[in-house]
């Protein structure tokens, strides 16, 4: 990936005013009802499409969609709606423990703390970080792939590992921005600002970006 410099404090605020005017109210692909099934959704979501798993979570929520009726429905059961993931039989332990560790210590209810999440089973940093942010209105930053990428690749947040990238974007994003930061960059890198053929052409924010390489329009 080629570095970019980084990019000025002006130019991330300017950012995020294009981004929201494009998109004002940002918000997860995943399909969720709860914090529960958002939970549950971004557990599944690791190396896989957010299609995918809403495509999965459709027959398996149906089936059940509370730690009860999770644990009720068992590894296999749940193993068998979410068999088109990849990963699916650890994945379908993980949802299986996670459900049983909800009910056995937070009386069925996902906790709004970030300790309590990543001790349950598949939750690592990222993933507590959407369920902060999507089920809580925690103002945290998930950063995947595409954040990632995108962070990089502007100069908004350079860093050589996940964790320096959100450190980066929590330091250096405004305020105001940080509660819909992740979606509006996630969404960004996977539709515009994309890994292999990035759309510079009609990108919203091509003009603070600090990448060097702007790809032309394609044809």
Known sequence: MARSRKMKLAHIEDCFERLAAVLPEPKTELDYRDPYTLLVAVVLSAQATDVGVNRATKGLYAAADTPQAMVGLGVDGIAHH????????????????????????????????????????????????????????HPTIAVDTHIFRVGNRTGMAPGKTPDAVEAELVRRVPDAWKKGAHHWLILHGRYVCKARKPECW???????????????PAG
């Open 82 to 137: 979410i068999r088109t993931i990849g990963l699916f039989n650890t994945k379908a332990k993980n949802v299986h423990r996670l459900s049983e560790i909800l009910l056995e210590s937070h009386g069925g209810v996902v906790p709004d703390d970030r300790a309590a999440l990543e001790a349950l089973p598949g939750v690592g940093r990222k993933t507590a970080n959407v369920v902060l942010n999507e089920a809580f209105g």
């Open 202 to 216: 009609r990108c919203t924010i091509a003009e603070f970006c600090n990448y060097r390489d702007k790809a032309p």
